[in-house]
């Protein structure tokens, strides 16, 4: 008996050091591949972000492309100048006219997933959506902060934001007409096509978005429509 009480307890605890030492190594392993996954996913993220940065900045040097040789023109501001003043039934004239000015530009600039041009009064009002223009005279400095700014101080603004028609990376230009503000004029990215444009440069992964409801909803209506 005493024989075997000895092989047991021989046996026992070099079982508890290896466990031991099994769990050291595993919590060694595991401390290991969560840093490595975390690193990971750092360098994956900032490599995303970098890429986010390069294409809207592509994009906007696009945008800036189109208001200074589209859009910065005297007969153009001329119109958004006299409609500033007109009443409704002269404002619908300037309004087709300035469609039928520019619709070959908008066609173009369609092309590389710019679908929204927007032109507002001084005052923040829509004045024209090209891709809906049946849609005009709500007020947007209250909703659209780079409206405000662009039509308020007279500077360029850019941000992301969801609006009454379209959600998507605005790109807001001041007009000016004999050294005044008369209103401003938004080329715009659509969030869809800035996906479509992560997509291509990732074409053998798969990238998902995160976004609200109301957001995914409006982004599948622009799919829709396009």
Request: no cysteine; proline share 1%.
């Amino acid at each position: 008996m005493l024989i075997k009480k000895f092989n047991k307890r021989a046996y026992f605890y070099p079982l508890i050091l290896v466990i031991f030492l099994w769990i050291l190594i595993f919590n060694n392993i595991m401390g290991t591949y969560e840093n490595d996954q975390k690193e990971y996913i750092e360098k994956e993220s900032l490599f995303l972000n970098k890429t986010i940065e390069v294409i809207l900045d592509n994009y906007h040097n696009f945008s800036e492309y189109v208001f200074l040789n589209s859009v910065n023109k005297e007969n153009i501001l001329e119109i958004i100048n006299e409609a500033n003043f007109a009443d409704e039934s002269r404002k619908q004239e300037l309004r087709n006219i300035l469609f039928e000015t520019l619709k070959n530009d908008y066609e173009l600039i369609e092309k590389y997933n710019f679908p929204y041009l927007h032109f507002h009064l001084f005052e923040g009002v829509s004045f024209l959506r090209f891709n809906n223009r049946e849609i005009f005279g709500d007020n947007l400095i209250g909703v659209r902060e780079t409206v405000r700014i662009a039509n308020q101080q007279g500077k360029y603004s850019f941000a992301f934001e969801e609006g009454n028609v379209f959600s998507g990376f605005r790109f807001v230009y001041p007009l000016k007409y004999l050294e005044k503000n008369i209103g401003s004029v938004e080329v715009s990215l659509s969030l869809s096509g800035v996906i479509e444009s992560l997509n291509n440069f990732y074409k053998d992964n798969l990238i998902f978005f995160v976004m609200n409801d109301s957001t995914a909803e409006k982004v599948l209506l622009e799919k829709n429509d396009l």
